[in-house]
């Protein structure tokens, strides 16, 4: 993985303190998840309300986890939950075989719409069973909800409720929030998907929950490093005045711990902290560390083992005569300081529209824009402003829901990557910020869900299953020993063996600080 630290501003005056913005940033590599794809366990839980009988939503819910079910593949597990007035237990996970995959088809094919929204009991009835079972050791679990409501039944009913449940529970598996429709509660499944680390989907079609589900399971198969903690240490008085980015953070003794979670291949993720340096006695001709920066993961091997990883490197900077410091920004470090800039002043303007003070909501972002362009943010600047737009009335905080989670889930991550679907609007908005919505592996498996008939699936199945033809193919192009699945003919996975032979080991940088 790929690490670096990034002032703003790389000169500053030596005999004065200087208030600044540093930058971590990690970016992990492409990988070939056919060859390095972690197990995985996926506990689809299903709302089963009554509301969920319109508009097909129910039916695009199954139409979604039965696409799961075909790209599943031995070794890795599902289980199934649904949930209404109370949860229940459709099946705990099991290791996925054909017989097993025709059995899960027809209970999936059961299900119907029946009263209330529990959501709280499924959420906790899934996180149980995947804290339960005894999975491989690397096995990543994650834990899906798929609701079209708010959360009217179940020991706890509000966002702040369910998301500190879900933190006090989830201990080694992860939670996505899938929200079906314009209604649905997605300011609870925004918390939801923050508190549990996964990811967020605004579905506001019901046939868009095809691609969602594929760009999950593309995010699922593509992780690159879990488990990820970042720690840093000030020098010589130095030190972080506050910490910008929307992540949980834990201070002892001016050190700062950061637990980041996952980061997916092609990821760039980056962490932004007000950082106050200390006035110095004289210039210096070199660049002077001012933070020992300390970064810990998880990855899975090719062999399926988990193998625990930690970089450490120093954010220095120069101190010089005044005079001759820097006078502006670096741009490109001063834009990934825009991103997390702006999705702190969403939360606050929100925390005052929750209240019901809608102008001043209005105001905190629209002086964020002010200020985005006196630095010659111009985008950044426009898009402040429009997220502005949907704070300033009780009618419009209410009709926005979805393009507001859309763009904070994506601003508090640096990236659409943990975005499974997302409002139209808030593409437009995030693209004109540079910033990547999806992976390759992403890109591919929510297009394969979809049908996109554009989209040759050309790689193999998930792990190296086979070459996937779409359902027509000609004559001329034989699929041997092949099985009709969801449109499309799967060929059994190629001999494993064959996928180990060119192993490639990560090179991880050492360093000889003494500091931790």
């Given at each position: ?297 998880d990855i899975v091997d090719e062999d399926g ?39 702190k002043k969403q939360i606050e303007a929100e ?166």
């Open positions: 993985m790929q690490t670096k630290a990034q002032f703003t501003f790389e000169k500053v005056a030596h005999n004065k303190e200087n208030d600044l913005h540093m930058v971590v940033s990690l970016t992990a590599p492409k990988i070939s998840w056919q060859k390095r794809r972690p197990p995985i366990c996926v506990i689809p839980v299903i709302d089963c309300s009554q509301s969920m009988s319109s508009h097909s939503k129910m039916e695009y819910t199954k139409q979604s986890v039965l696409k799961l079910i075909d790209h599943l593949q031995p070794g890795d597990f599902i289980g199934l939950v649904g949930f209404s007035t109370a949860a229940f237990v459709i099946t705990p996970p099991i290791e996925i075989t054909q017989s097993k995959k025709d059995e899960l088809k027809t209970k999936v094919g059961e299900l119907q719409p029946m009263a209330w929204t529990n959501f709280s009991d499924g959420m906790l009835t899934g996180l149980q069973l995947g804290n339960k079972t005894d999975l491989p050791n690397g096995t990543q679990v994650r834990i899906i909800m798929f609701t079209d409501g708010a959360a009217n039944k179940g020991v706890a009913t509000t966002k702040d409720e369910i998301a500190a449940l879900a933190k006090k529970t989830m201990q080694e598996c992860s939670i996505s929030a899938f929200g079906y429709g314009a209604d649905a509660q997605q300011d609870l499944l925004l918390e939801v998907s923050k508190a549990g680390k996964g990811n967020y989907a605004y579905i506001k079609n019901p046939e868009d929950a095809l691609s969602a589900f594929g760009k999950e399971l593309g995010g699922l198969l593509s992780t690159y490093a879990t488990n990820v903690v970042i720690e840093l240490a000030p020098h010589n008085g130095h030190r972080i005045a506050d910490v910008i980015s929307d992540v949980d953070v834990e201070e002892d003794d001016n050190k700062v711990k950061i637990k980041l979670g996952e980061v997916l291949a092609e990821e760039s993720r980056s962490l932004v902290f007000a950082v106050k340096l200390s006035e110095q006695k004289q210039a210096l001709p070199r660049d002077v560390n001012i933070f020992d920066i300390k970064m810990s993961y083992k988990k193998i625990s990883k930690t970089e450490e490197l120093k954010a220095k900077i120069r101190f010089v005569k005044e005079g001759e410091e820097q006078d502006k920004a670096t741009k490109a470090v001063d834009e990934i300081v825009a991103v997390a800039q702006l999705a925390k005052l529209a929750d209240k019901g003070d809608y102008k001043a909501a209005e105001v905190v972002l629209r002086a964020q824009a002010t200020d985005f362009d006196s630095r010659g943010l111009i985008n950044y600047a426009a898009v402040a402003n429009n997220v502005s737009g949907s704070v300033g009335s009780q009618a419009l905080y209410a009709s926005s829901a979805g393009y507001r989670s859309s763009m904070l889930r994506s601003t508090s991550r640096g990236s659409g990557y943990g975005v499974s679907q997302m409002d139209s609007k808030a593409v437009v908005e995030l693209e004109s910020l540079n910033l990547a919505l999806n992976n390759s592996t992403q890109s591919t498996f929510s297009a394969s869900f979809a049908g996109d008939s554009g989209v040759t699936v050309n790689s193999e199945i998930p792990g190296g299953g086979g070459t996937v033809w779409p359902a027509d193919a000609s004559s001329d192009n034989p699929v041997p020993n092949g099985v009709t699945v969801a449109g499309s003919i799967i060929v059994p996975r190629a001999d494993v063996a064959e996928q180990k032979k060119a192993k490639r080991p990560l090179k991880v940088s050492k360093s000889r600080s003494k500091r931790w």
